[in-house]
């Protein structure tokens, strides 16, 4: 189940983040009656295709094709949750890891049932094509 693999922050307990890190991502103010989320992540960089390849304990394994260099992963990985959630990357921030595979994402404005439900997705298409499932979000299918 996709619950354990995010922390669901209450909306008066989440101030507009602003990221330090170049190319994480910054969160502005939240929309009304949206959450934001703490995702875990257990980054794997330098895959062929960026990809949910399952889980990795209690956390979502994810795959990025750039290499960890010049924070490109970083950059890919942002940009990969904002597909998988279907949010924009201005919404996703990476809060905590950002030179570990082990990273915490945080999600400002996301609907938890659709997070709940994007990630599922992917981790039952993860699980029946041997760890390749790829987002589906805004961008359609590829």
Do not use: W, Y
């Not at 990221?19 to 992540?41: H, M, N």
């Not at 039952?124 to 590829?142: F, I, M, P």
């Amino acid at each position: 189940m996709a619950d354990d693999l995010f922390d669901v922050e209450p909306r008066a307990a989440v101030p507009a983040v602003a990221s330090a890190e170049p190319g994480a991502g910054t969160a502005g103010a939240r929309p009304a009656g949206l959450d934001a989320i703490v995702l875990r992540l257990h980054v794997q960089p330098g895959a062929g295709r960026a990809s949910v390849a399952g889980r990795h304990g209690d956390s979502l394994h994810v795959r990025v094709a750039p290499p960890p260099a010049d924070n490109r992963a970083n950059e890919a990985c942002v940009a990969f949750v904002s597909d998988l959630l279907d949010v924009k990357s201005a919404q996703v921030a990476i809060v905590g890891g950002p030179k570990s595979r082990e990273k915490r994402v945080r999600v400002e404005g996301v609907d938890v049932a659709a997070a709940r439900a994007a990630i599922a997705d992917a981790l039952d298409r993860a699980a029946t094509s041997g760890g390749s499932a790829r987002s589906r979000g805004n961008r359609g299918a590829r």
